[in-house]
């Protein structure tokens, strides 16, 4: 089955770091740019970031209410992006998601997303 | 960035009636880059359409997209019970990817 799964989400303190996990099956997930997304509690989505495959040569772009905070990674051998997010404030609160397009920058497979919670 | 208005912000419609959302880019969206997303509460968003008018996979085609430029309509032929929820637009010509704030469709 083709399906992403996101885990390592919970409650951090403020100024704190977690990692989120994105778990891939079903495709082959070395071909593919990884993407992460939030949506905060009762707002809209917001991309965070996202990797390239490394035949694009893996780079990474992030949002600017991220940068410099947050780091994505791949390992193509386990089939697994993660995201690194240090420093973490109170903002970033939200279901985090990760996403993967098949031809462009549109995404047509979703996991079900991690809650992260920051607070005191 | 390129920023997405939508409109309305809620639409109450019936079973069986004809849905037309709108959303609007602050700049025209390069190449039609523009999809579409319905999310249900509690689920991760569902693409719906792409390329402005394109479905994707396994999406009925009561489900249309339409327009160009700065701006483009997702048009909901026939609702049906399942069709309420939210509704974004994303465009995806220039970076970085931005989506719309939403449109909620409800049961009237």
């Known amino acids: 089955e083709v399906q992403l799964v996101e885990s390592g989400g919970g409650l951090v303190k403020p100024g704190r770091s977690l990692r989120l996990s994105c778990t891939a099956s079903g495709f082959t997930f070395g071909d593919y740019a990884m993407s992460w997304f939030r949506q905060a509690p009762g707002k809209g989505l917001e991309w965070v970031g996202f990797i390239r495959s490394k035949a694009y040569g893996g780079t990474t772009e992030y949002a600017a209410s991220v940068k410099g905070r947050f780091t994505i990674s791949r390992d193509d051998s386990k089939s697994i992006a993660y995201l690194q997010m240090n420093s973490l404030k109170t903002e970033d609160t939200a279901v985090y998601y990760c996403?993967?397009?098949?031809?462009?920058?549109?995404?047509?497979?979703w996991g079900r997303g991690t809650l992260v919670t920051v607070s005191s | 960035e390129i920023v997405l208005t939508q409109s309305p912000g809620t639409l109450s419609l019936s079973p069986g009636e004809r849905a037309t959302l709108s959303c609007r880019a602050s700049?025209?969206?390069?190449?039609?880059?523009l999809a579409w997303y319905q999310q249900k509460p509690g689920q991760a968003p569902r693409l719906l359409i792409y390329g402005a008018s394109s479905r994707a996979t396994g999406i009925p085609d009561r489900f249309s997209g339409s327009g160009s430029g700065t701006d483009f309509t997702l048009t909901i032929s026939r609702l049906e019970p399942e069709d309420f929820a939210v509704y974004y637009c994303?465009?995806?010509?220039?970076?970085?990817?931005?989506f719309g704030q939403g449109t909620k469709l409800e049961i009237k």
């Open positions: 996403a993967v397009g098949g031809g462009s920058w549109y995404f047509d497979l």
């Open positions: 994303q465009q995806y010509g220039s970076s970085p990817v931005t």
């Open positions: 700049q025209s969206v390069s190449s039609s880059y």
